[in-house]
């Protein structure tokens, strides 16, 4: 890290920016990318990490995109969804505008985009071993539909996924492989025990509006941020922080096939402190396949032939995940 004499910027009455360096390197190039603090954060100018990567940057007055041949990337200004790819991305952190120049935060260039865009950034790691965890089991239903029960639908989806899997040679485990209840304990206690290489747990989500429909993915929340459902930061790192930049990579690439395999709403890519993914050491991710309170969507849930397009999205995303770390 290498630190120039500092400045300050004053933005305006209540947000002095404190001006310093990040030292960035690749197998390419080497270069740094400046950094400023605001809102009690760190965050990287936009214009520095487009040249890092040798893309274009586009900034409008809402928005701004970064752009190559191989790749784009969409922020806008004070809200935290974005696109990376055509893959909808919910940031830790809002973007922002300021005198002329964007920026977005250091954990999002560092544990987000970083790693969607660069191979380089992953830790290589085999993969032959994939657990599955089916959500909910027994007297624990989850969601309720019409006509199906979340336990159910996650359970025909995993099967058929475990049955895909172990024909293209990895070795599948299960957390349950029939109508049982296994505690989020005993989920993350096998996990522990059998050391699989990637977990995927498989939910179906509800909502009080019916009208919500779309397939969403998470995965683990990085310390000193805040889950995309919430606001308000947890500093605290979990076991399951020690793969955030694989996490984000695998919800990414899991996401990006789901759509893809389904032409469903593309409800983005998340970041969440469910237990299963706070207190599982691999990389892993939680998958929300649709909802059951969408008329149309449960039915659709209910063919096998639907459900056949959700495990082709999810054995793609899993082999581009392979490739990528491999």
Sequence with gaps: MCSPPRKKYGLTTTIIFSLSMIFVASSLNAQYIRFTKAYGKRYVYLSDVARYYGMRL???KKKCEMSSRYSQLSFTFNRRSGFINGVKVNFMNAPFFSRGRPFVSEHDFLLLIDPILRKGALHRHKLTTVMID???????TGAVGARYKEKNIALLIAKALKTRLKALGFKVVMTRSADKFPSLKDRTNSAEKLKPDIFISIHCNSAKSKAAHGIETYCMTPAGEASSSERTSQASKLRGNNHDKENARFAYEIQKNLIRATKANDRGMKFARFFV?????????????????NNAEEARLGYRSYRAKIVNGLVNGILAYKKATR
């Design 277 to 293: 993914l706070k207190n599982i050491n691999c990389p892993g991710v939680l998958v929300e396949t649709g909802f059951l309170s």
């Design 58 to 60: 586009r900034v409008g």
């Design 134 to 140: 089916p959500g909910h089991g027994k007297q624990d």
